[in-house]
């Protein structure tokens, strides 16, 4: 029995043998945010913070994550359900298309402003470069958070 | 035909950027994709494949998978129902192999069980006696053997023509995975009365219903297909995967069963672009006028016919470009070998022939000593000129040397901030600025819009006016283009009903949409709810002796006559409608006729680094101009151009799907390199308006367009910058050091 936080909420899982957080995360705690794309840690579809860094969840057993805490996509709405920041600036600036990558683009970009309020264009290419997006040809995620950098 | 094209007063409609409907569930993590579908009392099913290319079946023993514990049902060939195989357009592929595997990573069993690691470990338990044969990998030879999946001999105009000047080239483009983020999956239920739901990602339900209703061998009632969000597609989703397996095993078990291939399995479980390899002859007269081009174009469809027959046609109908050329001879085929199939991918075959073309271009400028951009200028195509090819007139919208000089006239990159990371090598600090060598390339490309060849293209789609507002009912694939948010657009505009929802209708509740493909959807799509729309509106109107409809109701001379909840008092007013393009013909023996219904063009400019010790290259920047008719969503169609862009610049100098005697050996995103934030440039792009006769509201079809001319932009840079040939794509470090 493994026991961590989830978006606030302790929660506990029993994983065979070496599940993957990814795996706990959807199939068995109902959290259908994070997205399973190549299962290597290649493609940042599956980032949640695991005690505040961004990590792909994929590489994560659910075995070491025992009294962590997680953050994943759904826990970053406020709880009056108004968007997180970055959230709304990728809704607004069209940086959605099909959205598979996108709760991990989510989780990594509030990640990265939330260190570096006002990045340069090359820090969010470096900082987002673990997170393959094949729609958008990532111009439209760069222009919101540019954006939202600039309010900051 | 939609003839009416006036716009009604409404927030929402065409021209603005509309926020997609779907995007808030998308950021928040709620919106469910084919892989997050759950039901309580489900089985996991795992597929077992060849680790072949080419080998026989002697035997196949599931006494071992079978007699596990957790699992449920092992399915082979004996066990399909109906038909054995399937296909789009030739039914040659099996369900599940039985005498012979035809490719590395073919279907030879499938199993369902309590969890999907028992499930794998069951298919790794069924023992097959292979008896492995000698692969055809060689598509040259794969011609001589007449192992061929169509063969187009196309001749147009006088063959004794010639020019002065002469260029030769022999081109290859390499295989490329769509690499759609969300792998191939879905939920299969049974009805309880021998019948079956089946919730699926699919580009086109109502074409896979067709195959899957012969395999299972039922009545296509008892099969219903509904759509579950689609992580991408660009062609991987428009050919059977998941589904037959799926259904077989619901029905089989009684229980639901989920299957979600891993990113290896889904290099095997989908088509892949052709590889392609072409051989040129452009002549031109002293002046640079185009008198004559000779092609052969060899594509790889691999294993089974998949849509090569109509991939083949596109390389053959574009393989000039968008020029005027009076004499044109294009040999092609479309083989059959050992290797995985290939099929549609965004671009369909126009892709690879503008690798060739374009590189064909900048020779003949070269050997004329013409400047490149005024060479493609003077034989650009336009209106009422021909298709070089096929000889069809062109009677809609093709703005060639508006867009050629649109690209060409934006402002080129200043030198960069210095900041390492924008180096070719980046960080790794592998080469001096000063040793680092910047080229620009130019290419222009051209693609037909919709189904050709005198095929019955149509779309159905169903408007509802309710006392909330407009429902639009469809069974078009939203596969992430942002046609969900075109086609609100649409409906607001067409009737002034500002509240419109679309509704993705299952199998059972409305007839075909048609591919999610082709670029097809905003004209096809778009062109049903159009008329839907404006037939709900005009009974609308009708019925209050209105002259102008909205949310608040009917309106005459200004004020409101007759509310929607008074108007509707008797049930809402719905409107079916089937709609088709412009008929298309079956080409004659020699390739001619009227074959499209309507073309775009782009044209891109790429500017690039390289070091060229190392071979490594930065993209510095693409500047485009693209053909769009009329842009409905301005921002979901820069999103279009830049996505597609990623894609060309991948397809130039990143992605290859590495065969080795059929074996593929980078079946993962560690080992298939796609481009990442930092891979990816900025792009300028200029949106070229005239409108299209027969899309709504004059909009066109272009999504293809950004993934075809990006790629010999990006490789013309390339050779800028190095001097070297660079004949083949991915250009490789190899070739860039010229090792």
Redesign the interface.
Known sequence: MIRFTVNGVPRTAEPAGPESLLFTLRERLGLWGAKGACEQGECGSCTVLLDGEPVCSCLVMTADVADCDVVTVEGLAAPDGSLHPVQQAMLDHGAVQCGFCTPGFVVAAAHLLDRVPNPSEDDIKEALAGNVCRCTGYGAILRSLTALGEEA | MITRTAIAPVSGGIGE?V??P???P????????S??L?HDDMLWGATLRSPHPRARIRSIDISAALAMTGVHAVLTADDVPGSKTFGQERSDQPVFAWDEVRFWGEAVAAVAAD?P?TARRAAAAILVDYEPLEPLTDPEEAERRGETFRVMDLTNGDRGLRGEVVVEGYYETGMID??????ESGLAIPDGRGGVDLHISTQWMHVDHRQIVASLGLAPEMVRLHPA??????GAREDISVQIHLCMLALHTGRPVKI?Y??AESFAGHVHRHPARMWYRHEADRAGDLVRVEARILLDGGAYAETSSAVIANAVYFAVGPYRCPSVSIHGAAVCTNHPPAGAMRGFGANQVCVAYEAQMDRLAAALGMDAIELRLRNALGPGDRIPTSGQEITGSLPTAEVIRSAAALPLPDDD?G?P??LPGGTGLTTPRAAVRRGVGFAVGIKNIAFSEAFDDYTEARAVLTPAGLEIHTAASE????MVTVLQQIARSATGIEHVEVVFADTSQIGSAGSTSASRQTQMAGGAVFEAACAVRDEALRRAGGDRLSGDGVWRDGRVVATLDALLADGPISHHVTFRHPPTERPNATGQGDVHAGFAVAAHRAVVDVDPELGLVRVVQIDTAQDVGRALNP??V??Q???????GLGMAIMEEVLLDRGVVRNA???DYL?????D?P??EAVIIEHPEPWGPFGAKGFAELPSISSTPAVVAAIRDATGRPLTRVPVRPEDVAGL
Do not use: C, N, W
């Not at chain 2, 769509?178 to 792998?183: I, K, P, V």
């Not at chain 2, 596969?479 to 942002?482: A, E, H, I, T």
């Open positions: 950027s926020v997609r779907d995007g808030v998308k950021l928040t993590g709620e919106f469910s994709y892989s997050d759950h969890d690691e769509q690499a759609m983020l969300g792998t969000g689609i992580g991408g597609a660009f979600v891993d990113r901030s900041d990371r924008r596969v992430g283009q942002g921002q979901a820069l999103g151009i830049e996505g597609g862009i990623a894609q993962s995103f560690t796609l481009p990442t934030f930092p990816m900025a792009v």
